[in-house]
């Protein structure tokens, strides 16, 4: 990503796109493991009394991770997206200096109208 404007036109919002996706498929395999855990689907030979707890918190991180790079990529794509990347970085980086969430909550310029809502307060 760090280098994405240096190479082809396009190449940030395509390496976007494949994070998204797999962002995505890895949400979707992590719903269905969820499913399988409460149908008593786990390792053969281990109760998952034995590790409840673990795999509860493994499997919560990792679903709300791949979330949050799910939202991220698309939140990223609109920066791509917006009129004027510098105020769009700008308001990025002044919601990050005040300690706020950024992604999908910062005020971005938006293509043919004007700057979306300030962002929350945490």
Same mark, same amino acid.
């Given at each position: 990503m760090l280098f994405a404007d240096q190479g082809a036109p396009g190449a940030n /919002? !395509? *390496?976007?796109?494949e994070v998204a996706e797999w962002a995505h498929r890895s949400r979707a395999s992590a719903r269905e493991r969820a499913r399988g855990y409460l149908t008593g689907d786990y390792i053969a030979g281990l109760e998952m #009394? /034995? #590790?409840a707890v673990i795999v509860a918190q493994? &499997?919560?991180?990792? %679903?709300?991770?791949?979330d949050l790079v799910e939202r991220w990529a698309a939140w990223s794509g609109d920066l791509i997206d917006g009129d004027d990347g510098v105020a769009a970085a700008r308001a *990025?980086?002044? /919601? *990050? !200096?005040?300690? @706020?969430? &950024? *992604?999908?909550? %910062?005020?971005?310029? @938006? #293509?043919?109208?004007?700057p979306a809502g300030p962002a929350a307060p945490e």
């Open positions: /919002q !395509a *390496v976007l796109g #009394r /034995q #590790r493994t &499997v919560g991180f990792l %679903a709300d991770f791949y *990025v980086f002044d /919601q *990050v !200096a005040r300690g @706020r969430r &950024v *992604v999908g909550r %910062a005020s971005l310029p @938006r #293509r043919g109208g004007p």
